[in-house]
Structure formats: C-alpha cells, structure tokens
C-alpha cells in the first residue's frame, strides 16, 4: 500500500492511511512518504505523499492526494504549511536551552 522511506518518526496514536471505501469499493494507492517525514501525535497521512523532511504537527490531518511539500512542517484540517521543519527545530532547540537554563537557576 504505501512506500516507507528511511528514519520516519511515527509519534503515538499518530496514522498513515493508505486506503479508503468510496462507492462501496475498496481504494488505495502507492504513497510515499519520504525520508526524514515525522508524524506527530494523533496526525494523520490520509492517502497522501509526503516529501522528505516534512512534520505534521499534532493533530494535523491531510486531504487525500493531497502533497506535502519536502522540509515544511504542516498543521491543521486540512494540513497547511505553517513553517520550515529547520525553523521548527531551531525554535524546540531555544525552548530546550530556556528549559535548562531556568532549571540550573532553580
């Protein structure tokens, strides 16, 4: 059904649906989801490409056939860019920093 890249983060409770009943007929197709992809917690890839480097934010769910444009993190129903997944680690990566320096002060 679908076609795995390498180092994909599948988070809890988070899917990739590769199929769906239209018509009372069974469909599916070959997707891919590329290299580097994260799916966070409760998202959903509903019959959907992703390109390499993509993260769909939490709860975030695709269109089917829709594309996720490679390095770009998605959020929403239907999934929508909202930043570049660089961004998005820079950003976790000073909210880790701000985290441990507030504990060192503690």
């Not at 930043?83 to 680690?89: A, N, P």
Request: net charge negative.
């Amino acid at each position: 059904f679908g076609r795995l890249g390498d180092d994909i983060t599948v988070d809890y409770d988070a899917q990739i649906r590769q199929h769906s009943f239209e018509d009372n007929l069974l469909k599916w197709g070959p997707n891919w989801i590329h290299n580097g992809t994260s799916i966070l917690q409760a998202g959903i890839v509903a019959m959907s490409d992703c390109g390499e480097g993509v993260c769909l934010m939490h709860g975030a769910v695709t269109w089917k056939g829709q594309l996720l444009e490679p390095g770009m993190a998605y959020s929403g129903a239907p999934a929508q860019p909202v930043i570049t997944s660089e961004e998005l680690i820079e950003q976790e990566l000073m909210m880790t920093q701000s985290n441990s320096s507030d504990d060192d002060l503690e």
